[in-house]
């Protein structure tokens, strides 16, 4: 029998840890208590034991190899434009700097991004639940039907969106990432915002989806408060949205994005002390409203001639930001950070409060903001990187991510379920449909001629900030379909000024200026087809008229 020694301590925990491998008897030794054992004694038994051929020592590092831990550090309401890394790239394909790069702070993601590859044409779903539930299950939210936010206390399907459109998200029993990983031996930890189902549904607790430990987690989307002065919201008249799990730091100073910080690290720490993979899916409140500035942070900003809300949100973006480096700095401690996976991304569009949601400004350059039907809306950050690159680490030689390349390939939120399921060698149920693909290529920096580069967004619900519509890309084109073009928006906007399509060419005008849906007949036809042709693959809900009649998208 041979017995693999993970680590031993002689003192304080005074454990001797043991991984183990052994054929035929699969005996399993987890913890071998070595308090009441004196070192000199213990010495004795481990070197008899490496002599006899029996034990190899391994560093921790090597024997938590086989399994890499993953982190998927989900930023909410955090759109590309909200960072000074630059995603967007110029006619070369190398990224280019926009003047909200230079606004805004985020050292570490400047780190992160620098260890691995960023996607420049990265799509979420244009609000919060799609996109989580998107992560969660690997589908498209036409195809699960959250199809939009998940209002706690009701249903807000929308005068004319679909009633029974999946208004109360997950429920237990579901196929999800993190019940997969645990089949694969992960303890799965969620910290922070959940938002996958009403108040009192099963979906509410991430601990009935496949999740072992839930910090912070429920079925609101918006904090009560980011301040511990009040107590994240308990007491105020935001308590039904008070932040769960965090009483320990009430009436203390500690900002929510820095208490779910220490919770996650602490979390973390102990999962690895125990010898077991983890999935970390740390979800931060940060940067959704209220924009409540953050301390630490709003010296850096005080000079600005921006409005005061959009410097508290620079605040909140600096406080994630800080918190990643956080991770990073607590992985390098635990030893463990050439064995972790880190997926950096955001859920919808910019939520940043500088100017009109339909316009080139909250996003610039890109035109509109989460919401809207526009770039703006549902493109965001993703940057995925070894917390420490050592192309040796046998984790980092299946999965090689190069250092500080921008890949330009699109890619959307549901290939995260794939790509990591594939990675650690888990298996999707056959009964379970996926719309994602494996990123693995893409993640090498590698084109990858088998992704379908191909995007539908479904939004059958209104009003919002664009009401009752659906985009589809096809590599350089965009087709924008409105089912009700003359419903108002929230903000009373007319969308697209009443029109019923709008067709863009990216590639030539990517912030979405010169509507051609006039001018190129053919090739808003072939769009709208493929745009109808993918609804209907994917069993999609559809907004209702005044009558409730089933609105379908009309060819033109
Ligand atoms: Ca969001």
Request: net charge negative; proline share 7%; charged share 20%.
């Amino acid at each position: 029998m041979n017995i693999h020694l993970s680590y031993v301590v002689f003192s304080g925990g005074s454990l001797l840890q043991t991984v183990y491998s052994s054929v035929p008897h699969n005996l399993s030794i987890k913890y071998f208590p070595t308090h009441n054992i004196p070192n000199q004694l213990m010495n004795r038994i481990l070197i008899t034991l490496l002599l006899l051929g029996t034990i190899h020592l391994l560093p921790v590092a090597a024997a938590q190899s086989e399994q890499p831990n993953i982190i998927v550090f989900l930023v909410d309401d955090m759109g590309v434009m909200d960072t000074s890394v630059p995603f967007l790239t110029d006619k070369n394909g190398k990224p280019e700097r926009h003047p909200l790069n230079d606004w805004y702070r985020t050292p570490n993601m400047e780190r992160l991004a620098d260890r691995g590859i960023r996607f420049n044409n990265f799509y979420a779903m244009s609000v919060c639940s799609p996109t989580r539930i998107s992560i969660m299950t690997g589908q498209n939210s036409s195809r699960h039907h959250a199809t939009n936010w998940i209002n706690p206390w009701g249903n807000n399907a929308g005068d004319l969106g679909p009633a029974d459109w999946r208004w109360e998200g997950l429920k237990e029993g579901d196929i999800t990432l993190p019940g997969q990983l645990r089949k694969n031996g992960y303890r799965t930890i969620h910290v922070g915002k959940a938002h996958f189902g009403p108040e009192e549904t099963e979906g509410a607790e991430p601990l009935n989806l496949g999740f072992d430990v839930n910090i912070g987690g429920a079925s609101f989307g918006a904090p009560g408060s980011y301040y511990a002065e009040k107590n994240y919201g308990r007491g105020t008249n935001r308590d039904r949205s008070a932040v769960p799990h965090l009483d320990q730091y009430h009436g203390t100073d500690t900002f929510l994005s820095e208490a779910l910080t220490i919770e996650a690290k602490k979390v973390v720490a102990e999962t690895v002390k125990s010898d077991q993979p983890f999935y970390l899916y740390f979800s931060h409140y940060a940067v959704h409203a209220p924009f409540e500035s953050d301390p630490r942070f709003a010296a850096n900003y005080a000079n600005s001639d921006k409005p005061d809300n959009a410097k508290a949100f620079a605040t909140l973006i600096e406080g994630m930001d800080k918190s990643l480096g956080d991770m990073l700095d607590q992985l390098d401690k635990l030893g463990v950070a050439e064995n972790t996976l880190v997926i950096f991304l955001g859920d919808n569009g910019s939520d940043a409060p500088l100017g009109q949601q339909h316009e080139v400004a909250c996003a610039a350059p890109l035109r509109g903001k989460k919401g809207a039907h526009y770039e703006g809306g549902m493109r965001v950050p993703f940057i995925a990187a070894w917390a420490s690159p050592n192309s040796s680490n046998p984790c980092q030689k299946r999965l090689s991510i190069p250092a500080g390349q921008t890949q330009s390939q699109l890619a959307a939120v549901y290939d995260l379920y794939p790509t990591i399921l594939d990675f650690v060698g888990g298996k999707n149920p056959k009964k379970h449909t996926l719309d994602g693909t494996n990123l693995a290529t893409l993640l090498k920096g590698k084109p990858d001629p088998n992704y379908d580069e191909t995007f539908l967004m479904h939004y059958p619900h209104g009003p919002h900030r664009s009401s009752y519509f659906t985009t589809y890309r096809d590599e350089d084109w965009k087709v924008i379909y409105h089912s009700h073009p003359n419903a108002k928006t929230s903000g009373n906007h007319i969308q697209s000024g009443g029109a019923r399509y709008q067709l863009f060419n990216l590639s030539q005008d990517p912030y979405e200026q010169t509507d051609l849906a006039k001018t190129s007949p053919e090739q808003l036809s072939r769009m709208m087809r493929s745009l109808i042709e993918t609804l209907d693959d994917q069993d999609a809900q559809y907004p209702i008229d005044e009558n409730g009649n089933e609105l379908r998208p009309q060819l033109p």
